[in-house]
């Protein structure tokens, strides 16, 4: 007989990193692969003692992506999707995504040769990961970035 339970949403916190391209000014994302399945996805990670959760996103993408720069303390969005863990287990987490404007990317970082890393357009990062809450959450982005380049407003920290 197999017991059937849900567990309430686990939290996590992950950066949105993005850019202006040097050339163009055109918004662009940073993706990674995962270290385990080698999908695509943002830095993300789980809630870290003494930290915001936008802190916590931050550091992920410092540790992850060997990113810097200009945090947003405001949530872009959330999705949800489920974490497999040790032994099949699937485990639901809610993850909290927070705006980071990047300025300087490290040569050395934690997780350096352990993952892929592109700087690609929203509609190119949104096409590359799977979870269908992040896809809509980086569609929303992305377009909320252009709108604000059409009105003029300055996107560089």
Known sequence: MM?????PARMQCAALCYRLQKKTGKPEMLVITSRDTGRWVIPKGWPMEGKSSA???EREAYEEAGVKGVLSETMAGAYMYEKGMNGGLKVPCRVQVY????????????ERGS???EWVSFEEAAARVAEPGLKALIEQF?????????AGTS???
């Open 155 to 157: 996107l560089s920290a």
């Open 99 to 110: 705006p980071l404007l990047v300025t300087n990317m490290l040569k050395n970082f934690p």
């Open 55 to 57: 802190q916590a996103a």
């Open 3 to 7: 017991l059937m339970f849900r567990r």
């Open 142 to 150: 992305g377009h909320e970035l252009v709108q604000l380049e059409r």
């Open 115 to 117: 993952r892929r890393l």
